[in-house]
C-alpha cells in the first residue's frame, strides 16, 4: 500500500523464481475493505497469476478484507480458527468459512464437513486453554439463543425472524432460555422441547412463569439450568415423585505424590426409608457428587 512499484516488483520476482501462489498480506492489519479491493485489482492487472489473502484484525476488518479478496477472485484465503494469532488477530476462518459457503455460495468446504464447525472452534479453545466466546458469530452458545418472550414467539412461527441461517448447518444449536423476562412462548416451546405435555393449557404456563419469577426474585436462575426447569414444571403439574431425602454430602479435593489433584464425594441419602451412604471420585467437585449420587 505505501509502495506499490516496489510491492509489484517483489511480486513479479517470486513468481518468477517459481512461488505456487503471491499471498498479498495486510501485515498491520489497518487496511479498509476499499483500500484492499484496490490493490488487489491493481496487482490482477500487472499480475495473471494465483494470489491469496493474509489479513491481519487490527482495524477488525480481517474477515471482512478476506471476503472482499475471495469476490475479487482470490483462491488462496488464509486466516485461523477462532482468529487467534499475534496482537489482534488474523482473519477467523470461522466466520469466513460460513460466510464464502452460505453468504456468497462458493462451495469451499463439503456441508457435512460444515457442520463441524462448532465442534472445531472450541476444541481449538479448549487446546489453546481459552475460554470460548459465547457471542462469536456462526459457532457462539449465545449465537441462536432466545431470551425475551416476544423473540421466541417470532422463531415459533418463523426462525428466519431472528436467525439468519439454521443453525445445524455450522453445527451449532438453538436455544430458548428460562427467565423472568420470558413469556408464554419459552414456556412452550421448553415444553414441547422437553416433551413434557401441558404446553397448550394456558392457566399452566401461567403458573410456570409466576413461579419461576417468584424464584428468581429469590435468587434462583433457571438460564442454564435444564434439570431445575424440568422438576420445576414437574412439581407444578404435580407428576413430581421424591426418590430420596438428602441427608447430607461432603466434597474433598485432595494433591496426591504425584501432583494430580482427587476430588472425592461423600453422600448420605434415605431411599425407602433405608439410609445410604457412598463414596464415589470424581474429575473436580461436580462430578465426584454426581458419580456419588
Known sequence: KDNPQ?????????????????????????SMPHEIEKIIKEVQKEIGFLLGMHAHNDAGMGVANSIIAARLGIAHIQGTINGYGE?????????VIPNLKLKLGIDCIPGE??????????LVSELANLIPNDHQPYVGKSVFTHKG??????????KKTYEHIDPTL?????????????????????LKE?????????????????????????????????????????KTSGSYKKLFDLEGFRVTVEKRDDGKLISEATVKLRVKGKLMHTVAEGNGPVNALDNAL
Open 113 to 122: 464437513k460444515l457442520k463441524l464447525l462448532t465442534h472445531i472452534s472450541h
Open 87 to 95: 496482537r489482534c488477530g488474523n482473519a477467523d476462518l470461522c466466520l
Open 6 to 30: 516496489y510491492a509489484l516488483k517483489t511480486l513479479k520476482v517470486a513468481q518468477a523464481a517459481g512461488a505456487d501462489c503471491l499471498v498479498l498480506c495486510d501485515t498491520n492489519g489497518g
Open 149 to 158: 418472550g416476544m423473540h421466541v414467539s417470532a422463531i415459533s412461527r418463523d
Open 170 to 190: 455450522v453445527g451449532n444449536k438453538r436455544r430458548v432460555l428460562i427467565s423472568e423476562l420470558a413469556g408464554k412462548s419459552n414456556i412452550v416451546y421448553k
Open 194 to 234: 422437553k416433551k413434557l405435555g401441558s404446553e397448550e393449557k394456558k392457566s399452566f404456563t401461567k403458573k410456570i412463569i409466576h413461579r419461576i419469577k417468584e424464584l428468581e426474585n429469590q435468587g434462583y436462575e433457571f438460564e442454564g439450568a435444564e434439570g431445575s426447569f424440568e422438576l420445576l414444571v414437574k
